[in-house]
C-alpha cells in the first residue's frame, strides 16, 4: 500500500496523437517529452506574469501555473508536493520557533523514502520520469522558509549572519503567498532554488523590484537575459539528443571502446560526461529563462557604473565549467542554487558561532548533498571522490603560486592551461561516470576501463602534498629551535618569520577542497541578493 502510495501516476489528461510525434521526432519517451513541454511553456508562464500588477493575482497566477505545469507530466504524483508542502506551513503556523528544524526531519526523509520507491536515478535513465526530482527542489525550498522563520523566532537580530538578517521572516505567510511561491510558475521542474523573501519582493513589486527604484536598464535586461538563457537551454537540448544515443554511458561496455587505446577511453570518458552535463545545462537554463523573462533574474545595480547585475536565477555557466582549469572553483559554476542553499542552511549552521569550522561541518555537507541525490551507491562514490578533486586542485594550486620566477612565464602560459584544463575535466568527467551508472559494480568496471588513473593522479598529488607539508613542518621546527636557542645565549628574544599556509595531510587538504568548493559565493554576504527588506 506504501509503494502504490509514494509511486501514484494518474493523469487525467489523456495521450495526444501531437505527443506521439513529438516523440519519436526527439527520440523521448513519453514522459520525457511531456517534461519538455512543461519546460517550453514555463517560459510563456515568466513572459505572462510581467503583465500582472496585482500581488494577490501574481501570487493566484504562481500557483496555478505551477500546478498546472507539474501535473501535466506527473499527473497525481503532486500530491507529494501538496502533502509536504501543507505539513510544513502547518508546523510553521504551530511550532514556529522549531518549524526548521522539524522542516529537516519532515522532508528530507520523505525525500529519500520517494527516492527509494521509485528507484529515481535508475527510472530516469531508462527515461521514466516521476516528482522525485520536483520534490528535490522542493525540499530545499520548504526548508530554507522554515529555518528563515524559525531565525526570527529563536534569535536575535544582532546574533544573525548578514544573510540571515536579510532573510528572515517576521511573520508566517499567508496561504496564496507560501503556496505560490512554492509552484512559482513552474520553479520546481528544475529550480533554482530561490528564497521566500526574494519572491515575494518581486511579487510585490517591492524592494529591488520597485518601480520608483527602477531605470531603463531591468526592463530590456530582462528581455536580454531571457533570450541568452533560452538560446542556451536550446543549444544544450539539441546538443544532448544528437550524441546521446551514441555517445551515452552504455558505450563504457561497447566492444569499439573497449578495443580503443587508453587515450582514447580518456577521451570518450570526457566526451559522455560533457553530454550528460548538457542534460542539466537544459534545464537549469530553461529554469533561468522563465524567472529572467519574469523580471526575476536581476541582482543589484552596480555601484561602480551604474548598470544593472543579473544572474539570480543562473544555475550553472556552461563554458566555466567545461573550461575549468582547476576543480576548485568548479562548484562556484556548477548546480549554484543548490550550493548556496548548503551554505547557508548546513555549513554555516553547523559552525557554532563564533568558531570555525571543523572537519565533521565539512563531512557532513557533503553527506546531506549526497542523500539529496539519492541513495545509490554512485552518488557516494562521485560527492567522495569530489571532495579530493576539490582537495588536489588545492595543492596544485599551491604549486603554481610558489614556481620559481622563471618559471612563471610558462605556468601563465595557454598551453599549460590547456594541460590543467584537460586534467580538470579528465576528473570531473572519471568521477561523473559513477553518478550516471549508480550500481557500485558498473561504476568500478567503468572506472577499471581506464585503470582509475584519475582517482590514482588526485590521491597521489595529495600524498605528494602530505609529504611536502610534513617535511617544511619539521624545517619550521628545526629553524624554531635554533633561533631559540640563539636568543637565550644572545639574551635576546626571537620570533619565527611567517611562512606561507599549506594543508598538512591528506585530511586538511580534504577540509580546505571541501570549504572552498561548498563555501563559493554567488553574492558577498552584505548582498545576499540585494539591500535591506522589510516587512
Known amino acids: ?99 526548521g528544524t522539524l522542516a529537516w526531519l519532515i522532508n528530507f526523509p520523505y525525500l529519500l523514502v520517494l527516492h527509494t520507491m521509485n528507484a529515481s536515478g535508475i527510472s530516469w535513465n531508462k527515461g521514466v520520469l516521476d516528482p522525485t526530482g520536483a520534490q528535490m527542489v522542493l525540499t530545499l525550498k520548504l526548508i530554507s522558509t522554515a529555518m528563515c522563520l524559525q531565525d526570527f523566532h529563536e534569535k536575535k537580530e544582532q546574533d544573525m549572519s548578514p544573510y540571515q538578517r536579510i532573510h528572515h521572516l517576521k511573520r508566517l505567510p499567508s496561504l496564496l503567498e507560501f503556496f505560490g511561491y512554492v509552484f512559482c510558475f513552474g520553479n520546481l521542474l528544475a529550480g533554482p532554488i530561490i528564497e521566500y523573501r526574494d519572491y515575494q519582493d518581486f511579487i510585490r513589486n517591492e524592494g529591488l523590484w520597485d518601480p520608483r527604484a527602477q531605470k531603463k536598464g531591468p526592463v530590456l535586461g530582462c528581455m536580454v537575459q531571457g533570450l541568452r538563457a ?10 544532448y539528443i544528437s550524441l546521446e544515443k551514441t555517445w551515452g554511458f552504455h558505450i563504457f561496455t561497447d566492444p569499439w571502446y573497449l578495443s580503443q587505446s587508453l587515450f582514447m577511453r580518456l577521451c570518450v570518458m570526457q566526451v559522455v560526461g560533457t553530454v550528460y552535463r548538457s542534460r542539466y545545462y537544459f534545464a537549469w537554463s530553461n529554469g533561468w529563462a522563465s524567472l529572467a523573462f519574469a523580471g526575476f533574474d536581476f541582482l543589484k545595480w552596480d555601484d561602480k557604473t551604474g548598470k544593472a547585475v543579473w544572474g539570480r536565477g ?105 594541460v590543467k584544463v584537460f586534467i580538470t575535466k579528465q576528473c570531473l568527467d572519471f568521477l561523473a561516470s ?85 563555501t563559493a559565493p554567488r553574492l558577498s554576504d552584505d548582498e545576499g541578493g540585494g539591500g535591506k527588506k522589510d516587512d
Open 230 to 239: 533560452t538560446l542556451t537551454s536550446a543549444l544544450s537540448c539539441a546538443f
Open 1 to 99: 500500500m506504501v509503494r502504490l502510495l509514494m509511486q501514484t501516476r494518474h493523469n487525467y489528461i489523456p495521450h495526444m496523437e501531437w505527443e506521439a510525434r513529438l516523440m519519436e521526432a526527439g527520440g523521448l519517451s513519453h514522459d520525457q517529452a511531456r517534461f519538455a513541454v512543461s519546460f517550453v511553456v514555463c517560459i510563456f508562464a515568466g513572459i505572462l506574469i510581467r503583465g500582472l500588477r496585482n500581488p494577490t493575482v501574481r501570487n493566484l497566477y504562481s500557483l496555478l501555473t505551477g500546478l498546472l505545469l507539474l501535473y501535466y507530466p506527473f499527473g497525481s504524483g503532486i500530491l507529494h508536493c501538496v502533502f509536504t508542502s501543507w505539513t510544513t506551513y502547518l508546523v510553521m503556523w504551530l511550532i514556529p520557533r522549531k518549524c
Open 314 to 418: 543562473c544555475n550553472s555557466r556552461p563554458l566555466k565549467v567545461e573550461f575549468c582549469d582547476s576543480g576548485r572553483m568548479l562548484a562556484a559554476h556548477w548546480n549554484i542554487s543548490t550550493g548556496m542553499f548548503l551554505r547557508r542552511y548546513v555549513y554555516e549552521r553547523l559552525t557554532p558561532p563564533g568558531g570555525k569550522p571543523t572537519f565533521f561541518t565539512l563531512v557532513a555537507t557533503q553527506l546531506v548533498s549526497s542523500l539529496w541525490h539519492g541513495l545509490y551507491p554512485g552518488y557516494f562514490f562521485f560527492f567522495v571522490g569530489s571532495a579530493f578533486l576539490f582537495a588536489h586542485s588545492t595543492v596544485t594550486y599551491h604549486w603554481e603560486k610558489a614556481a620559481p620566477r622563471w618559471l612563471q612565464p610558462v605556468v601563465k602560459s595557454l598551453p599549460f592551461w590547456a
Open 434 to 518: 559513477s553518478f550516471l551508472i549508480l550500481t557500485w559494480r558498473e561504476c568500478l568496471a567503468a572506472w577499471g576501463t581506464v585503470y582509475f588513473i584519475p582517482l590514482i593522479w588526485m590521491v597521489g598529488v595529495l600524498l605528494l602534498g602530505q609529504l611536502e607539508a610534513a617535511g617544511k613542518k619539521g624545517g619550521r621546527k628545526g629553524a624554531r629551535g635554533a633561533r631559540g636557542a640563539a636568543a637565550a645565549a644572545g639574551g635576546g628574544g626571537g620570533a619565527a618569520n611567517g611562512v606561507e599556509h599549506q594543508t598538512s595531510g591528506v585530511a586538511d587538504a580534504l577540509a580546505q577542497g571541501l570549504q572552498e568548493a561548498e
